[in-house]
T-cell receptor, first 115, second 114 residues
Framework: DAGVIQSPRHEVTEMGQEVTLRCKPI?????LFWYRQTMMRGLELLIYFNNNVPIDDSGMPEDRFSAKMPNASFSTLKIQPSEPRDSAVYFC?????????????FGPGTRLTVL | GQNIDQPTEMTATEGAIVQINCTYQ??????LFWYQQHAGEAPTFLSY????GLEEKGRFSSFLSRSKGYSYLLLKELQMKDSASYLC???????????????FGKGTRLSVIA
């Protein structure tokens, strides 16, 4: 299995631009999570989906952030307009309900820099 | 709110033993995880505890005391490649479904020196 796939791996953009991050979960996994990691705040959950349905988006910072999961193999996290404080590493993770430990498998992350 | 505390940084010598502590105060509890994260990489799963006691996995062991809201990760025979951040995470769930996300601590950056 290829694991969780994220693209792009690095993104540099200017303030005000729209940014779209992409994630392909592990095949067969029915939970998908979006996290943001910074030195100051650590790893924070933004939103998670179960069977493509958003379950909890209380971690989404504000209306500039939106996430979709149109099908079981693809999800996007969009920031519009982007701001310098959005600079962070964004991780996507997936897991299967009822797995041995219910552990999450993380993608390699997207390092976002907003100038 | 949810609170998970770990030391920010630790340093240990190659071949030694190191213990990384984690304390938590959460609205519910349904398991504690330890993840390892090398610089610039994704977190990877190390261990899981849901009952009190010690879980051993090769050079790594993890301990849990639910009554004290406390866990530790024990790394034996340290190697240079163990230099990484170690993240403690709690599944906050009122049920046994296990189908809730994890709340992560900020991580402990471990440096292994020769």
């Amino acid at each position: 299995d290829a694991g969780v796939i994220q693209s792009p791996r690095h993104e540099v953009t200017e303030m005000g631009q729209e940014v779209t991050l992409r994630c392909k979960p592990i095949s067969g996994h029915d939970y998908l999570f979006w996290y943001r990691q910074t030195m100051m705040r650590g790893l924070e959950l933004l939103i998670y989906f179960n069977n493509n349905v958003p379950i909890d988006d209380s971690g989404m910072p504000e209306d500039r952030f939106s996430a979709k999961m149109p099908n079981a193999s693809f999800s996007t996290l969009k920031i519009q307009p982007s701001e310098p404080r959005d600079s962070a590493v964004y991780f996507c993770a997936s897991r299967i309900a009822g797995g041995s430990y219910n552990e999450q498998f993380f993608g390699p992350g997207t390092r976002l820099t907003v100038l | 709110g949810q609170n998970i505390d770990q030391p920010t940084e630790m340093t240990a010598t190659e071949g030694a033993i190191v213990q990384i502590n984690c304390t938590y105060q959460t609205s519910g509890f349904n398991g504690l995880f330890w993840y390892q994260q090398h610089a610039g990489e994704a977190p990877t799963f190390l261990s899981y505890n849901v009952l009190d006691g010690l879980e051993e996995k090769g050079r790594f062991s993890s301990f849990l005391s639910r009554s004290k809201g406390y866990s530790y990760l024990l790394l034996k025979e340290l190697q240079m490649k163990d230099s990484a951040s170690y993240l403690c995470a709690v599944r906050v769930s009122p049920s046994d479904s296990g189908n809730t996300p994890l709340v992560f601590g900020k991580g402990t950056r471990l440096s292994v020196i020769a």
